[in-house]
């Protein structure tokens, strides 16, 4: 049974959310709350989504309200993605065009 | 703290319960909430019970049920959560019991007018979520015990639950009847087309996907196909208003992006957390040409006689409710005599632990230039087969018939 559970660590003041390899409906919910807690670290965060290897619109649906509320409150969010079928479902989306993402975590923390 | 005496409040318990386990049998709301208060005003010997109900959307309590202040109900007292007595046991989650009764104490004129001298209230707790609050009065000055207040809690508990699960069956049904009403089951005739079309809910909860397909008064044919996020009434609502909303900006403009565009505008405003996936086509009278702009959705699939058919060369736009305000590419095809167009919602080509291409392959092999219907079922056929899909599944099939009615410039 795949662990479809939702870290946040910290990478010196940065959070970072892990995501599991699948995200969906099943899942959202505790994406949400994972994203609420980093954002209740700091205002911009990154998401680490190397593991990810499928999600569905109910997770870009948590992404997209977590991004809008950082925007909000002034701050940024920052994927990390490499895989195939991620990508491709945020290219169809368009969202890649909303948040920027990057390939690598030490890439998504460098940027000030 | 009050000595509390535990005969008598376990005596008042077990009939307390007796009660309200026969009472929650019963399967009409109205007459169970009445029963639960008229029991409460027993048991605690009060004057008064009321419920108030907290929708979520207004973020009011709602006077639902009273038992000796039907006033409450019958007016439409609303409470803002966070003031007044009924709120603030609302914001904290915590009882609240009050000696002084009068508009310095409570929000609400009907509890001093009916002459209440004393309040006690308390969370109705579902899930972790407060639902609402139960309260009771009493004309004459009185000191709730300990053992009044857990009383009160028990009852407020079972009356949680059952509000939850009416809540839950009354939003399935609604939810259901809504889906009904909206994907329509009846396809326009079209001079020189064929429209087959397939709508199965998914196992999951009920959620928003939908298709609509309209002539337009210059000619032109408009395709929906979408995907509100989220599930059970909420989603199907929301579908219910970018459907409408969409029908009346495509009166205005036959310009799909313009369309598209003013629909997101419309519910950034609106409807700020609403997500969905839409595609809006156009297709030209004489179904030559077709014009397609997308929300986050996927391409259509186009099978033209003697082809195997492909995803459509449509370049991606934005989801509706991301908050980007770029304009959406349109793209233009040409639909052959024969031609069919194949529209559709994740829900057909996505399964778990696989990759979207398979899917879409699996799709675009199973998509021939036959007539619409029998495209229709082979597509189900081959991509649902037998397994029940999880999430909703909404297939429309536009076929331009070949011989004399197709275009001789095509």
């Known amino acids: 049974m795949p662990d479809l559970s939702f870290r946040v660590e910290m990478a010196g003041d940065v959070p970072v959310v892990v995501t599991p390899e699948d995200i969906d409906i099943t899942n959202a919910a505790a994406f949400r709350t994972a994203l609420l807690e980093a954002a209740g670290r700091s205002r911009t965060f990154v998401v680490d989504m190397s593991r990810t290897q499928f999600c569905d619109t109910a997770g870009i649906h948590a992404l997209v309200a977590a991004h809008k509320q950082a925007g909000g409150d002034g701050g940024d969010i920052r994927l990390v993605v490499t895989s195939a079928p991620v990508l491709r479902i945020f290219a169809i989306t368009g969202f890649d065009q909303a948040i920027s993402s990057f390939s690598r975590l030490d890439q998504a923390l460098a940027t000030p | ?410």
Request: proline share 5%; charged share 20%; aromatic share 4%.
């Open chain 2, 1 to 410: 703290m009050t000595a509390v005496d535990p005969v008598s409040v376990e005596g008042r318990l077990r009939s307390f319960q007796a009660i309200t386990d026969a009472a929650l049998s019963r399967l009409d709301d109205r007459d169970l909430l009445a029963e639960l208060l008229d029991r409460t005003r027993e048991i605690l010997r009060a004057d008064t019970a009321a419920v108030l109900l907290l929708d979520f959307s207004s973020g009011h309590l709602i006077a639902t049920a009273a038992a000796g202040l039907e006033e409450e109900v019958r007016q439409g007292v609303r409470i803002p959560v966070g003031r007044g007595f009924a709120g603030q046991i609302a914001a904290q989650h915590q009882p609240v019991i009050l000696d002084r009764v009068d508009h310095t104490t409570v929000l609400n004129p009907i509890l001093w007018a009916k002459g209440i001298q004393s309040l006690m209230g308390v969370p109705m707790v579902a899930g972790g979520k407060v639902i609402g609050v139960l309260h009771v009065g009493s004309l004459t000055h009185r000191k709730f015990t300990a053992g009044d207040l857990e009383l009160l809690q028990l009852t407020a508990g079972r009356a949680a639950a059952a509000v939850q699960s009416m809540t839950a069956q009354a939003d399935r049904v609604a939810a259901t009847a809504l889906q009904h009403s909206l994907v329509p089951s009846a396809l326009p005739a079209v001079a020189g087309a064929e429209l087959a079309a397939r709508y199965v809910p998914g196992t999951g909860a009920l959620g928003g996907d939908w298709y609509d397909v309209f002539t337009l008064p210059s000619g032109e044919l408009g395709v929906t196909v979408g995907d509100v996020a989220g599930s059970g009434l909420a989603a199907a609502v929301i579908m219910g208003r970018m459907r409408s909303a969409l029908r009346a900006y495509a009166l205005d403009s036959t310009d799909p992006a313009e369309v598209l565009g003013k629909l997101d505008r419309k519910m950034q405003h609106f409807e700020p957390d609403a997500l969905a996936t839409v595609l809006y086509a156009v297709i030209e009278p004489g179904l030559g040409q077709m014009h397609v702009a997308l929300a986050g959705h996927f391409p259509p699939v186009i099978a033209r006689p003697g082809e195997a058919a492909v995803l459509a060369d449509v370049r991606p736009g934005s989801m509706i409710g991301m908050g980007l305000q770029a304009r959406r590419p349109v793209s233009t095809l040409p639909v052959p005599p024969g031609a069919l167009l194949c529209f559709y919602t994740d829900g057909l080509v996505e399964r778990r632990g696989e990759v979207i291409d398979d899917g879409l392959d699996r799709l675009c092999r199973a998509v021939t230039a036959e007539p619409a219907e029998a495209a229709c079922a082979a597509v189900m056929a081959a991509l649902v087969g037998n397994e029940p899909a999880r999430d909703d599944i909404a297939l429309l099939m536009v076929r331009r018939q070949a011989g004399k009615e197709g275009d001789a410039d095509a």
